[in-house]
């Protein structure tokens, strides 16, 4: 069999798996999935603290690390998990069981180690995921990803299927570049997507809005696309103080002035979800799975 007729085979037993899943929880959640270009920019501590914020505001919120191999989140917070989204993938674990607990009841679940585990999804794991992903997503109002640096082809597909996509980086011109690169990438998929910016680790608001409106006016420019400014978080010396110290710093000092930013942050992206999210024509879970029988 060539390649040609092994990847036919392939999308017509995706297909065929597609028919048959037995879903049948409605999607309640909004799903954010934070990305970057360059790495370090902040995306683990913003994701973690914005669902602290989330929470505060008595919302549901489900925290998934999928940066397979890197992830971190549970440092973060200082806990440990006992089981992480791999789980669900190879053992066949309920999603709903390898969900931890961490500080102020944060539900969240781990990204543990596995490299190419996201990747065959496709071929045998995707049925059992699909139903357990689509349980989660039936629980929770919003469900935030942690991803990993750049764009990995594991990732792709989830970022692709997220309603909003929240890409991070700082005003240095190393990592405007790699935003840039990262929405470049995803423009050439082709697909209707809805792209925030958020600008980390700012000497001020202005300096904020000045990075925001370069990588704006380039990705206009050059790609025809539009990304909205979602907000800015000043450096400060809580975030790393924080790290250390594996408390999220929206809990260590929920005055400072990161914490500030984070809430707004916050309050900016889920400001309107009530109404966007009806408009919404397909569930994430119909999205991922078109996605990844693309790439089959
Ligand atoms: N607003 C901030 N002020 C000061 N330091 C910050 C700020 N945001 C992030 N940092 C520093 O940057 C480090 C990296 O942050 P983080 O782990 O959240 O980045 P990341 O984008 O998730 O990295 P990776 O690409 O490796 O996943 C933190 O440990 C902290 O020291
Ligand atoms: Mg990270």
Known sequence: MNRFDQAATLRAKMKK????????FEQKAKTL????????????????????ALQDKGKKVLLI????????????????????????????????????????????????????VMFQLDQEKWPFFANELSHALSQFDYVLFDM??????DQLP??????????????????????YSAVKHLALTGNQLSMKVAV???????EGLDAFTRLSRTI???????????????????????????????????????????????????????TRHKEEKQTFIEKLSSFLMRRA
């Open 220 to 274: 206009q420019m050059f790609l025809g696309e539009a990304v909205q400014f979602a907000g800015s978080v000043p450096d400060d010396v809580i975030v790393s103080e924080a790290v250390v110290e594996q408390v999220p710093f929206l809990l260590k000092s929920p005055q400072a002035k990161a914490s500030r930013s984070v809430r707004l942050l916050a309050d900016a992206l889920f400001e309107r979800e009530e």
């Open 158 to 179: 989830f970022i692709l299927s997220a309603e909003d996509i929240l890409i991070i980086t700082t005003p240095e011109p190393t990592a405007i570049m790699d935003a």
């Open 33 to 52: 999935a934070v990305i970057s270009g360059k790495g370090g920019v902040g995306k683990s501590n913003i994701t973690l603290n914005m669902a602290l």
């Open 200 to 206: 980390n680790r700012c000497r001020g608001q202005k």
């Open 17 to 24: 798996r597609q028919r048959d899943l037995p879903i049948v």
């Open 65 to 116: 690390d999928l940066d397979i191999g890197m992830g971190n989140i549970d440092i973060l917070m200082g806990n440990s998990s006992s089981a992480t989204i791999i789980d669900v993938l190879t053992e066949r674990k309920p999603f709903m069981q390898s969900i931890s607990t961490g500080p102020k009841g944060l539900r969240y679940i781990s990204g543990g180690t596995g490299l190419d």
């Open 148 to 153: 990993g640096a750049g764009l990995s082809k």
